[in-house]
């Protein structure tokens, strides 16, 4: 015991004290101690940090299980195979990858230190780049088919098939999206490189671009996208009204409303439904977009990073709101009746 303690005091002196003060407090600690331009690990309370991971824990755990419900659900059932419920079952995939990639991104959010090396870094958040994108994508694809459905029904009975909205939505994803990040990796090229920057210290995942391009961006990949699929509902919700007026006339005159106008009052429920959800992706991400450009607090936009991603735990809350199909399907899903013979087969509109 003497001895460790001469050796304490030893250490305590001379030009060894700030480097023993600054050990025993633990006041400096770098994610790579052996490497000279490492990044220095922040530091967070016991409680702060146990509550960060406990959150983001349950958000990627929430968004995960209720987006598997909705693709089993619309995989399983024959009766929800419609063209509209494929692009849905299209917007729960990407939204399960979101929910996937969740504890990576607290990972690099919140601990500050990346040890999966530059190669994953830039990888990685092109990958999330483009599950973002395709979310967008995929609200694009929704309000063209309610727009169709609704305003042409005639056209959209005999054009609109799963296998075209299928192979629609893969040349989306594949083509339209791809071609845009590359653009994005040319244009910002020297700043991709994460190793040849001299302002970014070893263990930091984060890829810089250029201002202009984050403009360029911003009308791109969320402006141009989102007034389009205003346009849309616009039009949708006045041909809506117009509809429903027709219907409701008929109904107080007492002459026979046809099937075609149920079928039309149908449609217009889902292209309700599937607004709120469109609402609910906009408010989650404008406040981020008008953050990135006017706010430097890096706090403020780790913040609105989450309500990003919490917009994929919420679409199937929308659906479980208004589809009854959802909570039905739900039900079947969890009391394990969908092994049940011909379990597919079951009309969910008019059975438990």
Same mark, same amino acid.
């Given at each position: 015991?003497?001895?460790?303690?001469?050796?304490?005091?030893?250490?305590?002196?001379?030009?060894?004290?700030?480097?023993?003060?600054?050990?025993?407090?633990?006041?400096?600690?770098?994610?790579?101690?052996? %490497?000279?331009? @490492?990044?220095? &690990?922040?530091? /967070?309370?016991?409680?702060?940090? #146990? =509550?960060?991971? +406990?959150? !983001?824990?349950?958000?990627?755990?929430?968004?995960?299980?209720?987006?598997?419900?909705?693709? %089993?659900?619309? @995989?399983?059932? &024959?009766?929800? /195979?419609?063209?509209?419920?494929? #692009? =849905?079952?299209? +917007?729960? !995939?990407?939204?399960?990858?979101?929910?996937?990639?969740?504890?990576?991104?607290?990972?690099?959010?919140?601990?500050?230190?990346?040890?999966?090396?530059?190669?994953?870094?830039?990888?990685?958040?092109?990958?999330?780049?483009?599950?973002?994108?395709?979310?967008?994508?995929?609200?694009?694809?929704?309000?063209?088919?309610?727009?169709?459905?609704?305003?042409?029904?005639?056209?959209?009975?005999?054009?609109?098939?799963?296998?075209?909205?299928?192979?629609?939505?893969?040349?989306?994803?594949?083509?339209?999206?791809?071609?845009?990040?590359?653009?994005?990796?040319?244009?910002?090229?020297?700043?991709?490189?994460?190793?040849?920057?001299?302002?970014?210290?070893?263990?930091?995942?984060?890829?810089?671009?250029?201002?202009?391009?984050?403009?360029?961006?911003?009308?791109?990949?969320?402006?141009?996208?989102?007034?389009?699929?205003?346009?849309?509902?616009?039009?949708?919700?006045?041909?809506?009204?117009?509809?429903?007026?027709?219907?409701?006339?008929?109904?107080?005159?007492?002459?026979?409303?046809?099937?075609?106008?149920?079928?039309?009052?149908?449609?217009?429920?889902?292209?309700?439904?599937?607004?709120?959800?469109?609402?609910?992706?906009?408010?989650?991400?404008?406040?981020?977009?008008?953050?990135?450009?006017?706010?430097?607090?890096?706090?403020?936009?780790?913040?609105?990073?989450?309500?990003?991603?919490?917009?994929?735990?919420?679409?199937?809350?929308?659906?479980?709101?208004?589809?009854?199909?959802?909570?039905?399907?739900?039900?079947?899903?969890?009391?394990?009746?969908?092994?049940?013979?011909?379990?597919?087969?079951?009309?969910?509109?008019?059975?438990?």
């Amino acid at each position: 015991m003497k001895g460790q303690k001469g050796e304490q005091n030893k250490l305590l002196t001379g030009g060894d004290s700030l480097m023993a003060y600054e050990t025993e407090d633990q006041e400096t600690q770098y994610c790579f101690p052996n %490497i000279n331009s @490492s990044c220095v &690990k922040e530091q /967070h309370s016991s409680h702060g940090y #146990i =509550i960060i991971h +406990l959150f !983001v824990s349950l958000l990627s755990a929430w968004t995960v299980f209720l987006n598997l419900l909705v693709i %089993i659900s619309i @995989s399983h059932f &024959k009766k929800l /195979h419609t063209p509209t419920n494929m #692009i =849905i079952l299209s +917007l729960a !995939v990407n939204d399960l990858f979101i929910g996937i990639a969740m504890p990576v991104e607290a990972i690099r959010l919140i601990e500050t230190c990346w040890y999966f090396g530059d190669t994953f870094c830039v990888l990685y958040l092109f990958f999330v780049a483009l599950l973002l994108s395709a979310s967008l994508g995929n609200l694009v694809l929704i309000a063209v088919d309610r727009y169709v459905a609704v305003c042409h029904p005639l056209l959209y009975t005999q054009k609109t098939t799963i296998a075209k909205i299928f192979c629609l939505s893969i040349c989306l994803s594949c083509v339209c999206f791809s071609a845009y990040f590359t653009a994005l990796v040319n244009v910002n090229n020297q700043d991709f490189d994460t190793s040849q920057r001299t302002d970014v210290c070893y263990g930091q995942c984060l890829v810089m671009i250029t201002f202009s391009w984050i403009v360029i961006d911003l009308f791109v990949s969320f402006i141009f996208p989102c007034t389009l699929i205003m346009m849309f509902y616009l039009r949708i919700f006045y041909v809506v009204h117009q509809q429903v007026k027709v219907i409701n006339s008929l109904m107080k005159g007492g002459k026979c409303v046809t099937e075609g106008s149920v079928k039309r009052k149908s449609e217009s429920k889902a292209a309700l439904t599937l607004g709120i959800i469109v609402t609910v992706y906009l408010l989650c991400y404008i406040p981020y977009y008008i953050c990135s450009l006017t706010v430097n607090s890096s706090t403020a936009i780790n913040v609105l990073v989450w309500l990003v991603y919490s917009n994929s735990g919420m679409n199937p809350l929308v659906y479980a709101i208004f589809y009854p199909w959802f909570k039905k399907t739900a039900k079947l899903i969890l009391t394990l009746k969908i092994f049940q013979p011909a379990s597919s087969l079951i009309n969910i509109f008019t059975e438990l």
